[in-house]
């Protein structure tokens, strides 16, 4: 059973710019936490960005002032808008559906490619 679903990732050039989205529709129990991770070619995956159900949020040094987490539909769905991409910014990126009391879970999406071309 998915229980969580990404879309947006594509080609872009430097510069340009893609939008991010994922949706946890059936998940019974409210999400306490949003994350967006992403892994490169021979790398670890790393945090890019995390949400929590009362606002905050956080983002890695490399995308601050570039990307920006926004939620909809009571938690269900978070957005990701990504500006002034970079080549570096190229990686699979996931999201992560997190639920930190009971009953707690931790669903990850299937993730979705971004590439960004110099």
């Known amino acids: 059973q998915v229980h969580v679903v990404e879309s947006g990732g594509g080609l872009v050039q430097d510069g340009g710019s893609l939008r991010l989205s994922c949706t946890a529709s059936t998940l019974a129990f409210s999400i306490t936490t949003w994350g967006w991770y992403r892994q490169a070619p021979g790398k670890q995956r790393e945090l890019v960005a995390e949400?929590?159900?009362?606002?905050?949020?956080n983002y890695t040094d490399s995308v601050q002032g570039r990307f920006t987490l926004s939620k909809a539909n009571a938690m269900k769905t978070v957005y990701l808008q990504m500006n002034s991409l970079k080549p570096e910014d190229t990686a699979v990126y996931y999201c992560n559906a997190v639920r930190k009391r009971s009953p707690r879970y931790d669903y990850w999406g299937q993730g979705t490619q971004v590439t960004v071309s110099s």
């Open positions: 949400m929590t159900a009362e606002g905050s949020t």
